[in-house]
C-alpha cells in the first residue's frame, strides 16, 4: 500500500476491572493513521472510544488492566516502553491531547497563558520567556487576541478557553493531536468556529488529527478517514467520501439514518434496542440484536473484511468476498 | 409500533371519577387551571388549530388566527422581563443579569413549539420563568386565561400539574437514591392523587407510554441502571404523570447520543400528538428542529429576534443570526473538511451589559451603522406568522 | 439492589467493620443486660452506697487478676451466727448461750479486715457478749466483751488493744502461724491454715433475748471487678456505664448530626436571610469552647448527665458540621432533580427532607458512627473533671473515684484499668466500623 503509516494500533486490548466482572472497552482495534491524515473515531458513549484515547497517552484509570496489542508510532512500538520513557518521548511530545470538557480543566489560579506554555518548559526545558513567546503564536493560530495570556481561564469565555486548551496540544508541535469530544458541550456557533480553526491548522501545518466524538455532524468537519466502534470494537473503517455517502455495515447505515439532520426531508429513523453490555459481550457480532439483516451466520464472530484498498467492515454480509 | 397502541389505550383508562379535570382532556381549553372559565365559543377554533396542525404536520402555520371567532391561546407570553439582581453584601445592588428581556410569542393547544438559541441567550431563565420558578421582572404570561403572577397556593400548584417538565440531563433529573417507582411516585403523592394502588397503575401506564415496559420490572431499578435513553424516558414519564397540557422540554437531548437523539424527539412528538399537549422544545441544536415542531423561535441575548413556521425559518431565514446559526451547522458531508464556515466573529454579548439597538449589531455580517446600534429594531412580518426583529426587514 | 443493600454487602469485605460491629454487639448486649438485671432506681441506689455493701472488702482487687499471676487472695468469708449451733444453759435470771462459728482458712495469705457484726432483739435488756479468737491450734486469744445493742458493729481488725497484744494488725496476728511478739517484721509472718473458731460466749437478762449475726472475714479480692475505697463493688459501675455512655454517645450524635443536618439543609434551600442566620451562628458557636462551658454550668448549676446531654446537643448542633454539610449540600441544591420536584409542585420541606438530605445520608453516616465515642469520651472526661453525674455510675466516675484515691500510687490499677478498657472498646469498636462505612459509602474513598 502506500507510504508506512505514521500510527498503527493493531489487535489493541484494554479491560476494567469492576466489582461485576471485567470490561471490555477495547476489544481488538486495528487502525492506522497517515501524516496529515485526520482519522475520526465515531461512535455511541459506552463504546470504548475514549478508553481508545486514554490507552494511546496511557491515562488510564487504577482499575484498568495493561493493555495488550501493538502500538507502533513510527515503526516503533510505544506500549512497551517504560512509563519514564513514555513521559518524556512520546505524551505531549509526538502525541498531545485535548481532553473532553477540557476548558474547564484548566487551573483556575493560573494565568492561561502561563498553563499553555507549561509543556514547553516541562518537555522541552524552556525558559519561560521563550514558552510564552511560543505560547503567544499558538494564541494567535487559534484565534485568541495574545493579550488574554495573562488572563486567569474563569475570565475566558468556553469557547476561548476550549481553543486555549488547543493552543496548548499545538506548542509542542506534536505529530498526532488527539481530540476527544473537543466541541460537545459547545455551542453551535463556538463549535463550528473551532472546527475552522482545527482545519486551518490541518491544512498549514501538516498535522495528524485523531478525533473521537459521537457527533456525526460534526466528524465530517475534520474526517479524511472514519473509523466506526461499536461495543468495544471498529465495525467499519473507510474514507470520509464513502463513509458519509455509501457506508457499508448495517450499523453505519442504520446511524446515518438515525442521525437528525438539518436538511432532511425524510424524519430521522431510530436504531432499536440497545448496545449490548462490555461486560458480557455476545460471541457473535455484536450488533445482531439490532440488525435487520442478520443472518444464521451472525451467531459467530465476523472477521474484519477488506472491501477496498483501507476500507474495512466487520459483516458478514461482507466476508464471503475478498478478505 | 408497540408504543403506539399503549398510547391509546392511556386516556381511555383514566376513571372521570378523578377529581383532576386538568388534562384530562388535553383539547379542551375550557378545563381552565385556576377554575378559570371561558366561552365556549373558543373551543372550536381551537379544536380546529389542533386537529388541522396534526394532519398537515409541519406545513400548518398554527398561529394563523381563525379570524371568525376570538381566539385565546393556551399560553399567552407578553413582552416577559425576567432578570437577576446582582447583590454584594447581600443588598447593594450592582446590576442585573437581563437573561429574558422583552419577550412576547403564544403557544396554542396542542401546538409544538422550538424556542432556539446558544447558551446563555436566556433560553432556559425563560423555561424556569414560564414554571414558575422565577418571578417575571415585568410582563405578563397567561396560562388558559390566568395570570400566572395572580396564582397562588392550590392554584399555583394545579399549575404545576398542567406544565409537565424535562430537562437536560436525564441523570442529573432524577434522584439517585430512589428506585423508579418511588420517583415517579412523588409528583403523585405531592398533588395527593389517589390510593397507592391507583398511583401504580397510573405509573405503569406512563411507563408504557414512553416505553419502558415491562413497568414493574423497570420501576424495580435506580436511575444509574437504566442508560442515558431509557432515563430520558422516564423523565418524560414523570412529566406525563400529572396529566399536564403543556410540556416544557430544556435540551431534551442536547446529552444523549446521536442515534438515540432522534428516538427521544420522535417520542414526544408522539406524546405531544396522542395527548394533544402544547409542547416547548428548547434547544441549540436546529438540526433536531426540523420534524419535531410546528413553529420555531430563535432567540438572541434575551429577545427572540425570529419567529414562524419550522420549515420557513429553516429554509428562508431572514434574520442574519439565524442565518449565521443556520450557515454554522452541518450535516454530514466529507466535504465539510475542506471549507470554512463562515462564523460571526466574537461571542455573544453578556446579559449584564447588553449592546444598545439591535443586540445582534456588533457581530452582524449586515450592520446599518447609524440604526442597528442606536434604537430597537420593529418587528417586521415577512408572513403572516413569520416575525422578524431587523431593521433590515422593517422599512 | 438498594444502595444500602450493596453498602451492607460491601461492607462484609471489611474485617476490620466486621470486628467493630462485634465490639458493638458486645457492648449493646451488656448494655440491655445492666438494663434488666439492675434497674435504673437500683442501680441509683446501688451507687449511693453506705451500709449496703459493708460485707464487701474496701479496694478489693478482681479475683480473675490475681489468679492470672499465680495468686491465692483470700475471698471474703461470711459466717453467720444462724448456721452455728448454740449451746444453752440456764440460770436464775440469765440464759448463757455460746456459740462457735466456725471456718476453714486456707489461703496462703492474709485476709484485709475482720469485722463482727452482731445485733440483739427480744428485750430491751442488752445482752452481755464475750468473742474468743481460737487458732486451729486450739489457742485461744480473747477478742472483746461488751453489751450487744440492736445493731452493733465490731471492728476486729480496728482493735487497737488486741493489735498491742499481738503485735500485729489483727487480722494479719490472728492469722499467723507464729505469735507474733513485738517488733517482729510483718512481712515474715505466715499464714496459719486451717480450722478457725470464734466463739461468743453470751449472757442473756431475759428469757426473749436473742443473738443474731455474722462474722465477716473481708478478702483482698472480689468478684470480676473489684471493689472501690466505698466498698462499692465496681461491676455495678462498669455494667450500668455501658448504657449510659451508649445513650450519650448516641443520643448526642444523633442529636447533633441530624438536626445539623436538616438545619444546614434549610439554609442552603432558602438562602438569604435563613442561612445568613445560620451562618452567623454557627461562627458564634465555633468559636465557643465547649468544655469550658460544660464546666461553668457544672459548677454553677447542675451536673445532671441529661442536662449535660442536652447542652452538647444544642452546642453541637451549630457546629462546624454545618458548615461541610452546606458545602456538600450547595451543589445538590442545584440539581436537576431539585428543579423538577420544584415544578412538579413539592413543598419547601418535601425537598429539604426528601430530596436534599438522603442525598447525603450516605456520607453521614460513617461521620455519625465515628462521632458516638466522640461522645462517649467527652462524658467520661466531665466526670473526670468532677463533673459527672452524682448520682449515676458511669465509666468517668469510677475513673474521677481512682483519680481521687490515687488509685495507681497504691497499685489498685483494675480501678483505672477497667473502665479505660471499656473506653478504648467503645472507641475502636465505632471507629473500625466507621472507618469501613467510610470506604463503602464514600465515594471519594471508594477504591475501584
Known amino acids: 500500500m502506500s507510504a508506512p503509516a505514521l500510527l498503527e494500533i493493531a489487535d489493541l486490548r484494554l479491560s476494567y476491572r469492576t466489582e461485576s466482572g471485567a470490561v471490555r472497552a477495547v476489544d481488538g482495534v486495528n487502525l492506522e493513521l497517515q501524516r496529515n491524515e485526520a482519522l475520526v473515531v465515531l461512535g455511541e458513549s459506552g463504546c470504548g472510544k475514549s478508553s481508545l484515547a486514554k490507552t494511546l497517552l496511557r491515562l488510564l484509570p487504577r482499575n484498568a488492566v495493561a493493555p495488550e496489542g501493538v502500538v507502533r508510532l513510527d515503526g516503533e512500538d510505544i506500549l512497551g516502553y517504560s512509563e519514564e520513557r513514555f513521559r518524556r518521548e512520546v505524551r505531549w511530545v509526538r502525541i498531545a491531547l485535548v481532553m473532553q470538557a477540557a476548558m474547564n480543566a484548566l487551573n483556575p489560579v493560573i494565568r492561561v497563558g502561563e498553563q499553555v506554555a507549561e509543556p514547553l518548559r516541562i518537555h522541552r526545558g524552556w525558559s519561560r520567556r521563550r514558552a510564552l513567546e511560543r505560547a503567544a503564536e499558538a494564541f494567535s493560530e487559534v484565534g485568541i487576541a495574545t493579550d488574554f495570556l495573562s488572563r486567569y481561564p474563569h475570565e475566558l469565555s468556553g469557547g476561548m478557553r476550549q481553543r486555549a486548551v488547543i493552543a496548548m496540544a499545538l506548542v509542542t508541535e506534536p505529530d498526532i493531536v488527539l481530540l476527544d469530544e473537543p466541541t460537545s458541550a459547545l455551542d453551535v456557533l463556538t463549535q463550528a468556529a473551532i472546527m475552522n480553526v482545527l482545519k486551518r491548522i490541518k491544512a498549514e ?57 438539518l436538511h432532511q426531508q425524510q424524519p430521522p429513523r431510530p436504531i432499536p434496542g440497545r448496545p449490548p453490555s462490555l461486560l458480557d459481550p455476545p460471541a457473535g457480532c455484536r450488533f445482531a440484536a439490532r440488525c435487520p439483516q442478520r443472518i444464521d451466520r451472525c451467531s459467530e464472530a465476523p472477521p474484519s473484511t477488506t472491501l477496498a484498498p483501507r476500507h474495512r467492515s466487520r459483516c458478514w454480509l461482507h466476508a464471503g468476498g475478498k478478505r | 409500533m408497540r408504543r403506539t397502541t399503549s398510547v391509546s389505550e392511556t386516556p381511555g383508562s383514566e376513571k372521570p371519577g378523578s377529581e383532576r379535570s386538568i388534562g384530562e382532556r388535553p383539547g379542551n381549553p375550557s378545563a381552565g387551571v385556576a377554575t378559570a372559565t371561558r366561552g365556549t365559543v373558543a373551543t372550536g377554533g381551537v379544536e380546529a388549530t389542533g386537529t388541522g396542525a396534526v394532519t398537515t404536520g409541519g406545513a400548518a402555520t398554527p398561529t394563523a388566527p381563525t379570524y371568525q371567532q376570538p381566539h385565546q391561546p393556551l399560553l399567552t407570553v407578553e ?15 450592582v446590576g442585573s443579569v437581563r437573561a429574558v428581556d422583552g419577550v412576547s410569542f403564544t403557544l396554542d393547544h396542542g401546538e409544538s413549539a422550538t424556542i432556539v438559541g446558544e447558551s446563555g441567550c436566556g433560553k432556559s431563565s425563560l423555561a424556569r420563568t414560564l414554571l414558575g420558578l422565577h418571578r417575571p421582572t415585568a410582563g405578563r404570561v397567561t396560562f388558559a386565561g390566568t395570570d400566572l403572577a395572580t396564582l397562588r397556593g392550590r392554584a399555583l400548584k394545579a399549575y404545576r400539574a398542567a406544565v409537565g417538565y424535562v430537562q437536560q440531563d436525564p441523570y442529573g433529573a432524577l434522584p439517585p437514591f430512589m428506585k423508579i417507582r418511588r420517583i415517579l411516585e412523588e409528583p403523585l403523592i405531592v398533588h395527593g392523587v389517589g390510593t397507592r394502588r391507583a398511583r401504580e397503575e397510573r405509573i405503569a401506564a406512563a411507563l408504557e407510554e414512553v ?61 405531544q400528538r396522542q395527548h394533544r399537549l402544547a409542547l ?36 428562508r431565514p431572514h434574520h442574519p443570526y439565524t442565518r449565521a446559526l443556520l450557515a454554522a451547522l452541518v450535516d454530514p458531508d466529507a466535504a465539510n473538511a475542506h471549507q470554512q464556515r463562515p462564523i460571526p466573529a466574537g461571542e455573544p454579548p453578556s446579559l449584564l451589559h447588553p449592546p444598545s439597538g439591535c443586540r445582534f449589531h456588533p457581530r452582524c455580517p449586515a450592520i446599518m451603522v447609524g440604526r442597528c446600534e442606536h434604537f430597537d429594531p420593529e418587528e417586521a412580518h415577512p408572513r403572516p406568522g413569520h416575525r422578524v426583529a431587523c431593521w433590515l426587514h422593517s422599512r | 439492589m438498594s444502595p444500602w443493600r450493596d453498602g451492607l454487602r460491601r461492607l462484609r469485605r471489611y474485617p476490620s467493620a466486621l470486628l467493630g460491629a462485634l465490639i458493638i454487639v458486645a457492648l449493646l448486649a451488656t448494655a440491655v443486660y445492666a438494663v434488666v438485671t439492675i434497674p435504673y432506681s437500683e442501680a441509683q441506689r446501688l451507687w449511693r452506697g453506705g451500709d449496703l455493701w459493708q460485707e464487701l472488702p474496701v479496694n478489693a482487687g478482681p479475683v480473675w487478676a490475681d489468679r492470672l499471676f499465680g495468686g491465692d487472695a483470700p475471698r471474703t468469708l461470711r459466717i453467720p451466727t444462724a448456721a ?166 448516641l443520643i448526642a450524635a444523633v442529636g447533633t448530626t441530624v438536626t445539623t443536618l436538616i438545619i444546614a439543609a434549610a439554609g442552603v434551600w432558602f438562602r438569604g436571610w435563613v442561612d445568613a442566620v445560620i451562618q452567623r451562628l454557627t461562627e458564634i458557636n465555633i468559636i465557643l469552647p465547649l468544655l469550658p462551658i460544660l464546666v461553668m454550668i457544672g459548677t454553677l448549676y447542675s451536673t445532671s448527665i ?84 452524682p448520682i449515676l455510675p458511669t465509666w468517668g466516675k469510677i475513673l474521677y473515684d481512682a483519680q481521687d484515691q490515687s488509685a495507681l500510687y497504691h497499685g489498685f490499677y483494675y480501678w483505672v484499668l477497667s473502665p479505660a478498657a471499656l473506653l478504648m472498646l467503645t472507641g475502636l469498636g465505632f471507629a473500625l466500623l466507621g472507618f469501613a462505612l467510610d470506604r463503602v459509602f464514600n465515594p471519594r474513598l471508594r477504591s475501584l
Open chain 1, 205 to 261: 501545518r501538516g498535522m495528524s488529527f485523531i478525533l473521537i466524538t459521537h457527533d456525526v455532524a460534526t466528524s465530517s468537519e475534520l474526517a479524511d478517514r472514519v473509523a466506526l466502534m461499536y461495543a468495544g470494537q471498529i465495525v467499519e473503517e473507510a474514507a470520509a467520501e464513502r463513509f458519509f455517502t455509501a457506508p457499508a455495515h448495517p450499523y453505519s447505515q442504520m446511524l446515518m439514518a438515525a442521525v437528525p439532520k
Open chain 2, 79 to 93: 413582552a416577559l422581563q425576567t432578570h437577576f439582581e446582582l447583590r454584594q453584601w447581600g443588598f447593594l445592588r
Open chain 2, 211 to 271: 416505553g419502558l415496559e415491562p413497568a414493574h420490572e423497570t420501576w424495580q431499578k435506580f436511575p444509574h441502571q437504566l442508560s442515558g435513553g431509557q432515563q430520558q424516558r422516564v423523565v418524560i414519564a414523570r412529566a406525563l404523570l400529572l396529566r399536564p397540557k403543556l410540556i416544557i422540554a430544556d435540551e431534551p437531548v442536547s446529552m444523549l447520543d446521536a442515534s438515540v437523539r432522534a428516538e427521544i424527539l420522535e417520542l414526544l412528538r408522539t406524546i
Open chain 2, 280 to 315: 416547548l422544545y428548547i434547544t441549540h441544536d436546529l438540526s433536531t428542529v426540523r420534524h419535531y415542531a410546528h413553529r420555531a423561535m430563535v432567540m438572541y441575548a434575551g429577545r427572540i429576534v425570529e419567529q414562524g413556521p419550522v420549515e420557513r425559518l429553516l429554509d
Open chain 3, 84 to 249: 452455728a449451733p448454740i449451746a444453752e444453759e440456764a440460770y436464775e435470771g440469765v440464759r448463757i448461750t455460746e456459740q462457735r462459728l466456725t471456718f476453714d482458712f486456707t489461703y496462703s495469705e492474709f485476709p484485709s479486715e475482720i469485722n463482727l457484726f452482731l445485733g440483739s432483739s427480744g428485750s430491751d435488756r442488752q445482752p452481755f457478749v464475750r468473742a474468743t479468737w481460737i487458732t486451729p491450734q486450739g489457742e485461744q486469744i480473747p477478742l472483746d466483751a461488751r453489751r450487744i445493742g440492736a445493731n452493733e458493729r465490731i471492728s476486729i481488725s480496728q482493735n487497737q488493744t488486741l493489735e498491742g497484744r499481738l503485735g500485729a494488725p489483727p487480722q494479719i496476728g490472728l492469722f499467723s502461724a507464729t505469735s507474733a511478739g513485738a517488733g517482729t517484721d510483718q512481712q515474715a509472718l505466715e499464714v496459719q491454715q486451717g480450722t478457725y473458731q470464734l466463739l461468743l460466749e453470751t449472757v442473756h437478762f431475759a428469757e426473749t433475748s436473742e443473738l443474731h449475726g455474722e462474722l465477716i472475714v473481708y478478702g483482698q479480692v472480689h468478684g470480676w471487678a473489684g471493689t472501690d475505697h466505698q466498698r462499692r463493688d465496681l461491676s455495678v459501675a462498669l455494667l450500668w456505664g455501658t448504657p449510659i455512655a451508649l445513650a450519650f454517645g
Open chain 3, 306 to 389: 441529661w442536662l449535660m446531654l442536652g447542652v452538647v446537643v444544642v452546642l453541637g448542633i451549630f457546629s462546624a458540621g454545618i458548615k461541610m454539610y452546606r458545602a456538600m449540600l450547595l451543589p445538590i441544591r442545584e440539581a436537576p432533580y431539585i428543579t423538577a420536584a420544584q415544578a412538579y409542585g413539592a413543598s419547601d420541606l418535601r425537598i429539604i427532607l426528601r430530596y436534599m438530605v438522603p442525598r447525603i445520608l450516605p456520607v453521614l453516616i460513617p461521620t455519625f458512627v465515628t462521632l458516638i465515642p466522640t461522645y462517649v469520651f467527652l462524658e467520661a472526661s466531665l466526670a473526670v473533671l468532677g463533673l459527672g453525674d
